[in-house]
């Protein structure tokens, strides 16, 4: 049998474990990293049900159909001066009078101005500016591209 070290020898010679370096194992904090994103993930996708405000939406009735006689004026313009009046072709100077007309003849007058990818920014203006100026209130630009004369 082999003699036992004594204490001495044993604090003074390093153990096996002693020798071994530490080291940082890659796996577990691929883990926890991992552990930690679906964490946040499922957090946030919880706060977005927190800042949700129910809302009752209102109903649609039947009876609530545009009025045909009530559909406004299509103002399209084009290059050169050229213009239409809810498809009938007319000049550039006639479009204040016709607006101011259109004013003084109806009750609730309504005004969709429409430009191809000809018309001047000027031209457009402009017919924003009649209608302006002859009172009407209710202009919109539409802002799908149709062909002149549509």
């Given at each position: 049998m082999s003699p036992r070290p004594s204490v001495a020898e044993l604090?003074?010679?390093p153990s096996r474990e002693g020798r071994?370096?530490?080291r940082i194992e890659i796996i577990p904090l691929i883990d926890v990293i991992f552990f930690l994103l679906a964490t946040f993930v499922l957090f946030t996708l919880s706060l977005?049900?927190?800042?949700?405000?129910p809302v009752t939406l209102p109903q649609a009735s039947?009876?609530?159909?545009p009025d045909p006689d009530n559909s406004p004026v299509v103002l399209q313009l084009s290059d050169h001066g050229t213009a239409w009046w809810n498809r009938e072709p007319i000049a550039t100077a006639e479009i204040s009078p016709r607006?101011?007309?259109y004013k003084t003849a109806t009750a609730n007058?309504?005004?969709?101005v429409s430009g191809d990818d000809r018309a001047t920014y000027g031209d457009i203006i402009a017919a924003l500016d009649a209608a302006r100026?002859?009172?009407i209130t209710q202009v919109s630009i539409e802002t799908a591209?149709?062909?002149?004369?549509?």
């Open positions: 604090i003074a010679a071994r370096r530490a977005e049900k927190i800042r949700a405000v039947a009876a609530a159909r607006l101011l007309a007058p309504r005004v969709l100026v002859a009172g591209p149709r062909p002149p004369g549509r």
